[in-house]
């Protein structure tokens, strides 16, 4: 059973348009999830988890247990906001979604 | 350096040859973590590690895949009898502590098999 989706490969906005990547996820129990981002030519690296609360590069993300989704939102993109964004969850074993490419136009 | 070094960063080989995959996680973290990522897929969770046990190996693929930590430190994964579809980027990650705590990621090596 695939235990996070996220359901788009490609996702373009205008630079200052707000922005949401999609995440859903199935697990029973209390998972943790992290969203995790890769620059071009950077390394894959964690952005933020839920366990923080945290807003991190003015990214925010909820995690909505009535709906299973942890959508990652900010209110206004920027150009070096553009990059691969994996979903991921941690429970017994450890699950990534296929990643959503974001690019922000200028 | 301070980050998740892997090694080879490529390696290209023939169908049916074995491959040693290496990676050295980042001084004292005790958690270590491999992924294959293929083309178009998301990161499929291989093996992790806490010091040099493996709790759990149900992620690899198949009895051709196998991995070993010794010293608590370097890994290695090994694929025995390459197939074709073995053709992916391997990322080897390492975490302070427990399963929870943030992975950091090396930049993985891609294998291609002819």
């Known amino acids: 059973a695939q235990r996070v989706t996220q359901p788009e490969k490609l996702l373009s906005v205008f630079k200052g348009a707000p922005v949401e990547l999609k995440c859903n996820y199935s697990?029973?129990?209390?998972?943790?999830l992290f969203w995790y981002v890769q620059y071009s030519r950077q390394r894959l690296q964690l952005l933020l988890r839920?366990?923080s609360r945290e807003s991190i590069k003015g990214f925010t993300a909820d995690l909505n247990k009535g709906e299973t989704s942890f959508h990652l939102k900010k209110p206004f993109a920027q150009e070096e906001d553009s990059a691969m964004y994996y979903c991921a969850l941690t429970g017994n074993q450890f699950y990534f979604g296929t990643g959503t490419s974001l690019t922000v136009i200028p | 350096g301070a980050g998740v070094s892997q090694s080879p960063s490529n390696k290209v080989t023939e169908k049916g040859k074995d491959v040693e995959l290496r990676c050295d996680p980042i001084s004292g973290h005790t958690a270590l973590y491999w992924y294959r990522q293929s083309l178009g897929q998301g990161l499929e969770f291989l093996i992790y590690f806490q010091g040099n046990s493996a709790p759990d190996k149900s992620g690899l693929p198949s009895d051709r895949f196998s991995a070993e930590r010794t010293g608590g430190s370097v890994s290695t994964l090994t694929i025995q009898r390459t197939q074709q579809e073995d053709s992916a980027v391997y990322l080897c990650?390492?975490?302070?502590?427990?399963?929870?705590?943030?992975?950091?990621f090396g930049d993985g090596t891609r294998l291609s098999i002819l």
């Open positions: 839920h366990i």
């Open positions: 990650a390492s975490s302070l502590d427990r399963v929870s705590q943030p992975q950091h």
């Open positions: 697990y029973s129990g209390s998972p943790e």
